[in-house]
């Protein structure tokens, strides 16, 4: 299945919102790292339950990170040459 970016010029509406990548990629690359070492010192400490849960939390926010990568990839093959804030 190919991966689409929004169409050009589309801002997105309230019933049919797109995704600020640049935001959701700083956003899940925080989680990962956040959620890896936090569990990283969860197993330290004993707490196998937290150390499981910030695991995988942190792997869908890899996940998450790998989606947001290839949606600007696509954008970016779409339309050559634009720069986007990280709030678009």
Do not use: K
């Not at 509406?13 to 925080?30: E, K, Q, W």
């Not at 499981?52 to 290839?70: E, G, K, M, Q």
């Not at 970016?76 to 040459?81: A, F, K, L, V, Y």
Request: aromatic residues 8%; charged residues 15%.
């Amino acid at each position: 299945m190919a991966m689409r970016s929004q169409p050009s010029g589309r801002r997105g509406t309230i019933g049919h919102p797109y995704s600020a990548l640049n935001l959701r990629l700083v956003l899940a690359l925080f989680g990962a790292v956040s959620c890896a070492v936090l569990g990283v010192f969860a197993a330290l400490g004993g707490i196998i339950w937290a150390a499981v849960i910030l695991s995988l939390l942190a792997v869908v926010a890899i996940v998450d990170t790998v989606v947001v990568f290839r949606r600007r990839a696509a954008r970016h093959r779409e339309q050559p040459g634009r720069r986007f804030s990280l709030f678009e």
